[in-house]
């Protein structure tokens, strides 16, 4: 099962917790973190609560020496470790589930985040990048911006992150404005910081040209 697999994909970040102190696996606390959130956890008390009610089938793949940690334990660990690092081995296990499909569409996309603004503050509204499967309804890797102007420098960082051969990625006007870049891996993806040709505003990233 996918899910049991998740671990391998988590095991390069690096602990930077006091070994003498530690008593979770930090693969366990990560695993279990996305597997709550992915059944709708949102807030820590809410992972560790996911955890506890799981606990006989996360046994099945997961040690858990000292059972599952608490809520204050996950906010923690999430607050050190590496936030790329992380964000890379999600990114691979979520590559990893394209495995059974011949050809995906991957739709780019950027949404405005509703109420994400504060006035208070002086905080514009969040405005994320994001690559959805459509085959697999699944999102498969996002990029926050600051705005729409800058959603055309995340778009390359995004794809850059995808493993999308032989799929069809399409990208609205925004995603295929400004000058056209060239195709520079050969896989076809673009090389990092240049943005693919758009003829169709449609890119087949399993082909060497447009």
């Known amino acids: 099962m996918s899910i049991e697999n998740l671990a391998q994909y988590f095991s390069t970040i690096e602990d930077p917790r006091c070994s003498g102190k530690v008593e979770h696996r930090l693969i366990d606390i990560l695993v279990i973190a996305v597997c709550a959130v992915i059944a709708c956890a949102e807030s820590w008390d809410d992972i560790a609560l996911y955890g506890r009610s799981k606990l006989v089938w996360l046994r099945s793949f997961l040690e858990l020496p000292n059972g599952i940690p608490s809520h204050d334990t996950f906010r923690r660990v999430f607050m050190l470790i590496d936030p790329e690092a992380f964000e890379a081995g999600f990114a691979r296990w979520v590559g990893s589930l394209t495995a059974g499909f011949d050809r995906e569409v991957v ?3 950027g949404k405005t985040i509703r109420r ?10 969040l405005h994320v990048v994001s690559a959805w499967a459509s085959e697999q309804g699944l999102v498969l890797g996002q990029r926050c911006v600051d705005g729409k102007s800058n959603e055309i420098t995340a778009v390359p960082e995004l794809l850059d992150q995808l493993a999308l051969e032989n799929s069809i990625v399409t990208l609205d006007a925004m ?14 993806r673009p090389a990092k910081g240049a943005r693919p040709r758009l003829p169709r505003r449609s890119w087949h990233a399993g082909a060497t040209t447009c």
């Open 116 to 125: 994400s603004f504060d006035h208070g503050r002086d905080q514009s509204p």
């Open 107 to 109: 739709a780019i996309d």
């Open 175 to 188: 995603g295929g404005a400004g000058q056209e870049g060239s195709i520079g891996k050969a896989d076809g």
